[in-house]
């Protein structure tokens, strides 16, 4: 649909339970954002973009929720069982081939378990397949288009550059035709680095190193996104402390992609959100409604009189 078309209907007032998919660019999403015809914005997607988003529909008076970006640490204490641990970080790392906004794309080792941690990762790795999303024997398939295919092969090559061990490099897909990407890792990813630093959105999962819990948590809470983080531990006691020290709005503890139900709010910190709506949940419920408040009185004529300070309930 045209924006033009979109506007018409707009104009002339949609039916109800009538929805209009509208395609478009950045004109027609300003446009969108700037039209006096609509409430309120929902928006999903790289954290430039929703603040943008955020800045020009709150600027018309709109109603808007936007979630921007993501930069999600799965921390693997030395307490924690590895294997689970390991099948985790693949499957959060992998799923849709990394491009989704609570995939896991860092995990953070502490103490002296990265190796054994790397080895029992790799070797699951190793045994994915990729191909067409229609095949029943792929666990992955491509990435959305040509252009952020070649985008995820720039942050493997050029990760060796920044003192980043490449461990699994599965660009060489990206040669056969289609927008394919093998499972890629990545050891020894910090801050400063563009590895680390930006949101990859792909199938490149990159391992950090810290010493301790407590740097583990600083390693978190230093970077600019809080969307979601997950915790792998047995200790109950460690799992609570993680979840009120971590600066992220949404918290795993030993589940890497702690999306809650429905019944919840969903949504991080930081630059992760712009605004305080969440979706999903009480909050969600409250961005969609607008909410009328009706005082009534019926006065008998007896009970009118003049009284000028502030109004009583009664």
Not at 138 to 166: C, L, M, N, W
Not at 219 to 239: E, K, P, Q, W
Not at 280 to 305: C, H, L, M, N
Request: charged share 20%; hydrophobic share 40%; net charge negative.
């Amino acid at each position: 649909m045209s924006i033009r078309l979109a506007e018409l209907l707009l104009e002339a007032g949609l039916p109800k339970g009538v929805f209009n998919v509208v395609h478009g660019n950045a004109t027609t999403v300003n446009q969108l954002l700037e039209h006096p015809g609509i409430d309120a914005i929902s928006f999903v997607g790289s954290t430039p973009v929703a603040r943008h988003v955020y800045e020009v529909g709150t600027a018309h008076a709109k109603r808007v929720q936007a979630l921007g970006g993501a930069k999600n640490h799965m921390v693997v204490l030395p307490d924690a069982d590895l294997d689970i641990a390991a099948d985790a970080a693949v499957n959060a790392g992998f799923g849709a081939a990394g491009e989704r906004c609570m995939a896991i794309s860092v995990v953070v080792a502490v103490g002296s378990i990265a190796d054994e941690l790397i080895a029992k990762i790799t070797d699951r790795m190793d045994k994915l397949k990729v191909g067409p999303g229609d095949d029943p024997a792929s666990d992955f398939g491509p990435v959305i288009t040509q252009e952020h295919r070649d985008r995820i092969v720039e942050y493997v090559s050029s990760a060796t550059k920044d003192g980043v061990d490449v461990v699994r490099d599965g660009t060489a897909l990206a040669k056969d035709a289609g927008f394919f990407v093998g499972p890629c890792l990545l050891d020894g990813v910090r801050p400063g680095v563009k590895s680390y630093d930006d949101e990859i959105f792909g199938p490149v999962l990159g391992v950090a190193r810290v010493r301790t819990y407590a740097d583990a948590v600083e390693l978190i809470n230093a970077n600019r996104y809080g969307n979601g983080t997950a915790i792998f531990t047995r200790d109950g006691n460690v799992a609570r402390l993680f979840s009120r020290d971590v600066h992220v709005g949404m918290i795993g503890i030993n589940v890497p992609i702690p999306v809650p139900v429905s019944s919840y709010s969903f949504g991080g910190w930081k630059n992760s959100l712009f605004g305080h709506a969440h979706i999903y949940g009480p909050e969600g419920f409250t961005f969609y409604t607008r909410a009328k408040v009706i005082t009534t009185r019926w006065p008998q004529p007896s009970d009118s009189q003049i009284a000028l300070g502030f109004p009583t309930p009664r």
